[in-house]
């Protein structure tokens, strides 16, 4: 089977540095799975490593793309037993391509009740949102989160509530979302609404925040001394300063709590994570084909977008 991928030889615009490319796969390791791959999603994570912003630790080129699920179609001995099952590609080759070899003892098995559309994006948006809430925990506070409209901060807000949020408000910019955010028991405030912001601000006891730039400089002025604020994203592409040595920031990525999880910890993470992802709200699904990618980058940046961009890879 040829394998295509998306690849990138240097850092710029996604758009204009990813090219298709087709080739043999190599032979398979002896402690790696090959998975047949099925879906990947577009995500921020996936696209702001091609324009360059952590070029300190990419070596070029690379085939793009962090998470995604697939078939196992060839193991060795010890793995025979994921042969022909759904698996999670991940913390191998980047996903953006018809084949991905990962370390078999990383593979992560898909339940049943796990659609794919569903386990294709069940990497980044809720790992983070897990890992967040374990290490900063939302119990008994009123919790406030921007960006909210997102898959992750949805994820955010459902699963701080169940964790005892005593409040939870998502900051949004497009009205498309409100209806869902209530739905999901979240306040949505839109982002111009700058007396509402400040009112939930100043009583904020922990902030999630995915946008950096002004609105997060404007919370961290009138959040208490007392709270949190996490910051895991900069959707805003803009930094963000802080004028007083408090509120105290946190910096968050999921890569910082990996390397000290083992094998046994790793799959317990999933093993933890599913039956959450499976009763909680997601975004539907929109499917792209791989000669179809540029349509899918275009959608991912649409304003009020609802539907998560799939990329289908083995069609």
């Known amino acids: 089977m040829t394998n295509r991928a998306l690849a990138y030889r240097s850092f710029g615009q996604p758009e204009e540095v990813l090219h298709l490319e087709a080739g043999e796969k190599g032979e398979l390791a002896a402690d790696a799975v090959r998975v047949t791959m099925r879906y990947s999603p577009v995500n921020a994570s996936d696209l702001i490593p091609i324009t360059g912003a952590y070029q300190h630790r990419i070596t070029l080129p690379q085939i793009a793309g ?5 078939i196992v179609t060839d193991a060795p ?22 084949q991905v070899d990962i370390p078999a003892a990383l593979a992560i098995p898909v339940p049943d009740n796990i659609d794919d559309r569903l386990a294709a994006r069940g990497y980044i948006n ?10 900063f925990s939302p119990a008994c506070k009123d919790i406030l989160i921007t960006a909210a409209g997102s898959e992750c901060a949805m ?14 408000t998502g900051i949004h910019r497009s009205p498309v979302h ?7 028991g979240i306040t949505p405030v839109q982002e111009q609404e700058s007396e ?32 949190l604020f996490i910051s895991y994203g900069l959707l805003s592409g803009e930094v963000f300063r802080a004028k007083h040595h408090l509120p105290k920031i946190h910096w968050f990525h999921v890569r910082q709590y990996l390397a000290a999880v083992g ?24 499917i792209f084909t791989l000669d179809e ?11 009020g977008r609802t539907a998560k961009p799939l990329i289908e890879l083995a069609c």
Not at 264 to 286: K, N, T
Request: with cysteine; glycine share 10%.
């Open 66 to 70: 962090y998470e995604g699920m697939g």
């Open 77 to 98: 001995a010890a793995y025979r037993h994921l042969l022909g099952r759904r698996v999670l590609a991940l913390r191998g080759e980047g996903t953006w391509q018809s």
């Open 126 to 135: 809720p790992l983070a949102a897990k890992l967040m809430l374990e290490h």
């Open 155 to 168: 994820l955010l807000g459902q699963w701080a509530l169940r964790a005892g949020a005593r409040s939870v």
């Open 178 to 184: 409100a209806l869902k955010l209530e739905q999901c």
């Open 196 to 227: 509402a912001i400040g009112y939930y601000a100043a009583r904020a006891g922990v902030v999630y925040d995915a946008t950096g730039g002004r609105l997060a400089e404007k919370i961290l002025e009138l959040m208490p001394l007392t709270a």
């Open 263 to 286: 094998i046994h910890g790793w799959q317990q993470m999933f093993r933890d994570l599913w039956p959450l992802l499976a009763e909680s709200y997601a975004h539907d699904a929109r």
């Open 293 to 303: 990618w540029k349509a899918a980058l275009e959608t991912y940046r649409t304003a």
